[in-house]
């Protein structure tokens, strides 16, 4: 989840979303256009900017910034400038005088960098655990078709042995395996006397074979 600060930043981000959704392995991105309610920001100055800039009036300047309601904080960091009255003086501010720190959501891992504020839900659900699972096999059969010395357009027949943990992973995303792999057989079975073993986390393993198809 990203807050959007406005369209520009929405069509770049847009531009890269499928690069982003494939290097940090996240399902979809949702963008923000409004985050009342949703994400609660504070304020602070930062005095080592505020200092050489403004020196007397860094105090007042200070206390003004700490009074920024949701909706003080939302335009400064989408117009990265804010111009106060200190004084009878007018003092324009960027985002190198202040930090905008990002409450943490349950649920979620919140991160606000420059102006950036991302949110990442590492609720994990059965579906993404199993789809996790199916990713996992994935790179394993493939690091072995190269150990094997298979040529990339090589048919293959998988066998896996059985596992309550992973039965339904593989089940339910069997095309997906298949179709990422150039397997045209998996099977689940009850035994396996050979193969390589596949570690998961919480000392889940299983085995694996797989066989070229002339």
């Known amino acids: 989840m990203i807050p959007i600060l406005d369209a520009k930043f929405k069509r770049q981000l ?34 080592k900017t505020l200092g050489p800039k403004y020196g007397k009036i860094m105090k007042q300047i200070a206390t003004i910034v700490t009074q920024f ?13 804010v ?8 003092v324009m501010l960027d985002s190198n005088d202040v930090e905008i720190i990002t409450q943490d959501i349950p649920g979620w891992l919140v991160q606000t960098e420059g102006g950036l504020t991302v949110a990442l839900d590492i609720s994990i659900s059965q579906e993404l655990k199993e789809e996790g699972i199916a990713r996992e096999f994935v790179n394993r059969i493939q690091n072995l078709r190269k150990d094997s010395g298979f040529e990339v357009n090589d048919k293959i027949a998988v ?56």
């Open 14 to 47: 847009q531009d890269v979303a499928d690069l982003i959704l494939s290097e940090v392995n996240v399902k979809e991105i949702e963008y923000l256009e409004d985050t009342a309610g949703v994400l609660v920001k504070s304020i602070k100055p930062n005095f």
């Open 159 to 214: 066998k896996i042995l059985q596992h309550n943990e992973i039965n339904d992973a593989i089940t339910k995303n069997k095309n997906y395996i298949c179709t990422e792999t150039l397997a045209t057989q998996l099977d689940l079975v009850s035994e396996l006397n050979e193969g390589v073993t596949v570690d998961f986390d919480h000392d889940l393993s299983t085995l694996i074979t797989i066989k070229k198809l002339n």
């Open 83 to 90: 111009e106060i009255n200190v004084e009878g003086q007018q």
């Open 69 to 81: 309601n949701q909706n003080d904080i939302q335009e400064f960091e989408k117009n990265s400038v």
